[in-house]
C-alpha cells in the first residue's frame, strides 16, 4: 500500500523551528467530522484532541481559542473573562484570512497574523495533546508543555 504524501505546513515548519517535539498523526478526514472523527480514527479519546476554534469579540478583534474536543466554548464565560460584550465564532472566510489555514485545518502554530491565543486551562494538565497540524487529516501529538512553551496561551476556565 502506497504510503500518503504528509504535506509540509506552516505549523510543522513552525514547530520544528521552535523544537517542538511531536509526532504527526494523519487520518482520513471528513467534512465536518470534527474532533469526532479524528479522535475515532486515530484510536483516541476525545478529550486529547484539542479544537483550534477562530472567534472574534464585539469590536472584531479575533483570537484563537484552544478547547478539548469533547468541550465546547462558553461564549459568555469568555466574553465576560475578557471583560468584552460578546465573543462569537468567526465566519470561516475570515477566519481561513486570519490564520492562513482552511477550517478544519487550523493549527495554532504558523498562523498568518499573530493572534491572542486562550487555551482551556484543563488542557495543561493533560498527559499529551494532538492538535492540528494545519492540514485536514493531519494532527500533531505534542506534550501541553511544548504548546505552552511556544505559544504562551492565557489559560481560561470556560468551557461547558
Given at each position: 500500500?502506497?504510503?500518503?504524501?504528509?504535506?509540509?505546513?506552516?505549523?510543522?515548519?513552525?514547530?520544528k523551528?521552535?523544537?517542538?517535539?511531536f509526532?504527526?498523526?494523519?487520518?482520513?478526514?471528513?467534512?465536518?467530522?470534527?474532533?469526532?472523527?479524528?479522535?475515532?480514527?486515530l484510536?483516541?479519546?476525545?478529550?486529547?484532541?484539542?479544537?483550534?476554534?477562530?472567534?472574534?469579540?464585539?469590536?472584531?478583534?479575533?483570537?484563537?481559542?484552544l478547547?478539548?474536543?469533547?468541550?465546547?466554548?462558553?461564549?459568555?464565560a469568555?466574553?465576560?473573562?475578557?471583560?468584552?460584550?460578546?465573543?462569537?465564532?468567526c465566519?470561516?472566510?475570515?477566519?481561513?484570512?486570519?490564520?492562513g489555514?482552511?477550517?478544519g485545518?487550523?493549527?495554532?502554530?504558523?498562523?498568518?497574523?499573530?493572534?491572542?491565543?486562550?487555551?482551556?486551562?484543563?488542557?495543561?494538565?493533560?498527559?499529551?495533546?494532538l492538535?492540528?497540524?494545519?492540514?485536514r487529516?493531519?494532527?500533531?501529538?505534542?506534550?501541553?508543555a511544548e504548546?505552552?512553551?511556544?505559544?504562551?496561551p492565557?489559560?481560561?476556565k470556560?468551557?461547558?
Amino acid at each position: 500500500m502506497p504510503r500518503e504524501r504528509i504535506p509540509v505546513t506552516p505549523a510543522i515548519l513552525a514547530m520544528k523551528r521552535e523544537g517542538v517535539v511531536f509526532t504527526l498523526c494523519p487520518y482520513s478526514y471528513e467534512e465536518h467530522g470534527g474532533t469526532r472523527v479524528s479522535a475515532r480514527e486515530l484510536g483516541v479519546d476525545e478529550h486529547l484532541v484539542i479544537k483550534t476554534l477562530v472567534m472574534e469579540d464585539d469590536r472584531g478583534n479575533p483570537m484563537i481559542v484552544l478547547m478539548n474536543g469533547d468541550r465546547q466554548v462558553s461564549t459568555k464565560a469568555l466574553a465576560r473573562t475578557l471583560g468584552v460584550k460578546t465573543v462569537t465564532p468567526c465566519d470561516p472566510r475570515v477566519a481561513e484570512r486570519h490564520t492562513g489555514y482552511r477550517v478544519g485545518g487550523t493549527s495554532p502554530f504558523g498562523t498568518r497574523k499573530s493572534l491572542r491565543i486562550f487555551m482551556e486551562e484543563a488542557i495543561a494538565a493533560l498527559p499529551r495533546i494532538l492538535i492540528n497540524a494545519g492540514s485536514r487529516g493531519l494532527l500533531a501529538e505534542i506534550a501541553p508543555a511544548e504548546l505552552i512553551r511556544v505559544l504562551k496561551p492565557v489559560t481560561v476556565k470556560v468551557a461547558i
